[in-house]
């Protein structure tokens, strides 16, 4: 009889608490400000540097350019830009090197899926992700 009484008292002693669960994915958890999600990449800014691919610690960034079609224009434009988020940790360092901001980091992190082909993000994906940009508009 102790132990029901003992706990009824918890019970009703963690009934006016504030709750600690959310009821994910039906309600959004809000995240940080300072949490690094999923990058968003804007093609346009990119000058092909490739310093994004040569610091990531697990290579999962690769990008092709070409040289600017108009002859009048120096420098490149990017033909290709995918990341593996297979094996990407999000460290943030492919965003700190861009000189041009052209990749930034999200406050976006839902990935699952039941592919690991689907895993792998292009640029045009990359491009689209651009919802809860980390500093920016929201």
């Not at 691919?53 to 697990?58: E, I, K, M, N, S």
């Not at 839902?110 to 689209?128: C, F, I, V």
Request: hydrophobic share 30%.
């Amino acid at each position: 009889m102790m132990g029901l009484i003992k706990g009824m008292g918890v019970t009703l002693k963690t009934m006016t608490r504030k709750k600690v669960t959310h009821r994910y994915p039906d309600e959004p958890i809000p995240m940080p400000d300072r949490f690094r999600g999923i990058q968003h990449f804007d093609p346009e800014k990119c000058v092909v540097c490739n310093q994004c691919a040569r610091v990531c610690p697990t290579d999962c960034i690769t990008l092709t350019g070409r040289k600017h079609p108009d002859p009048g224009k120096r420098g490149k434009i990017i033909d290709t830009f995918d990341i593996n988020f297979e094996i990407c940790i999000l460290c943030d360092l492919c965003t700190e090197v861009c000189p041009t901001e052209a990749i930034v980091m999200t406050q976006n992190f839902e990935l699952a899926t039941y592919s690991r082909d689907d895993l792998y993000k292009n640029m045009e994906w990359l491009h689209e992700n651009n919802t809860n940009i980390r500093g920016g508009p929201q």
